[in-house]
């Protein structure tokens, strides 16, 4: 579970935001890595030098190396990770002209070594994301999806399906868990009156601002549910004017996705809320036991 968005202010800046929903054992915190950091992969050991800073969320893994769930680099590529319900189609056996990751590894690869969605969408070839059946360090199975975005606007999904990663061009602006991101869309036309021919003066605005007739949004906590609320409360959200509004906007949407600690229906919940600001490289992270947001920047 997860839930990603972006939100554009009407100076132009662009904001990429995202709740984390994982068990209470994992404890991120923000998390600097420096260019040139060197690394050692979970498959196999193979040595990485990122080209890089990476502002972002993590933690150090034991034994290993820095891992990053969300962040930023000096370019303003934005990477996230979010899981993806049961679907990951990853690699056994190792192609030799190309980099072998564990699924957890890719947004740390990502932000080291690319300077845009573009940039990105075109490495995607030199690496592989593996199962961990023949990897020197066991990471057990990674069922993860990834979102992306740049200071264009350009956002996509990044899906490892049949052993292959298929980029997913993203006009919405929200992602979620669940997999066929164009059965997603069609289900939001249930809610929304759909029209993303970019005509719209309003730069969040993907309908053509008629609802009548349209259903009300979902409640519960699905991946489907989360998506649509997100897009319909990001469809009615005010256009934020500059990078600090639109990180009080943004958090007010956030919330009506933030899933709480609950005694009997999962054992998951929102332990953290970021966001990271495109064009000024800014993080803003607030964790489940803390009202206050804080930021960070290189």
């Known amino acids: 579970m997860c839930t990603s968005i972006k939100l554009q202010a009407a100076d132009g800046s ?21 260019a040139d950091y060197v690394w050692k992969t979970a498959y196999n050991g193979k040595l990485v030098e990122n080209a890089f800073a990476i502002l972002g969320v993590g933690r150090d893994q034991t034994g290993l190396h820095a891992d990053v769930s969300d962040g930023v680099n000096k370019f303003g590529l934005s990477v996230q990770k979010l899981t993806f319900s049961n679907k990951s189609g990853y690699v056994s056996v190792k192609t030799d002209n190309k980099l072998q990751l564990a699924p957890f590894e890719f947004v740390m690869w990502a932000l080291g ?13 030199e690496v592989e994301l593996m ?11 990674n069922d993860l999806h990834f979102a ?4 264009t606007g350009r956002m996509i999904s990044i899906e490892p399906l049949d052993r292959k990663l298929i980029v997913v061009e993203n006009p919405i602006g929200v992602v979620t868990n669940a997999p066929k991101f164009a059965r997603e869309i069609e289900k939001l036309s249930d809610y ?5 021919s970019g005509h719209s003066s309003e730069p969040n605005k993907i309908s053509t601002g008629n609802f009548s007739g349209k259903l009300v ?10 998506f649509v609320r997100a ?7 005010v256009l934020p004017l500059d990078e600090p509004s639109n990180v009080i906007e943004t958090w007010h949407i956030l919330n009506a996705v933030t899933v709480p600690r609950s005694a009997d229906r999962s054992d ?14 800014t993080l803003y992270l607030q964790k489940y036991d803390d009202f206050s947001i804080s930021s960070y920047k290189f």
């Open 268 to 281: 998951t919940s929102t332990i953290y809320r970021s966001a990271v600001a495109l064009d000024s490289c």
């Open 192 to 196: 929304l009156d759909l029209d993303m």
């Open 231 to 237: 897009a319909v409360l990001k469809e009615h959200a």
């Open 148 to 151: 992306a975005c740049d200071r």
């Open 131 to 141: 199962t961990d059946e023949f990897s020197n360090y066991k990471f057990g199975r």
């Open 217 to 226: 949004w979902p409640g519960g906590f699905t991946p489907t549910a989360r």
């Open 14 to 34: 662009l904001l990429f935001a995202r709740s984390m929903d994982w068990h209470d054992d994992f404890h991120p915190d923000a998390l600097a890595v420096p």
């Open 113 to 125: 070594n690319c300077r845009s969605v573009a940039d990105l969408v075109n490495k995607l070839e």
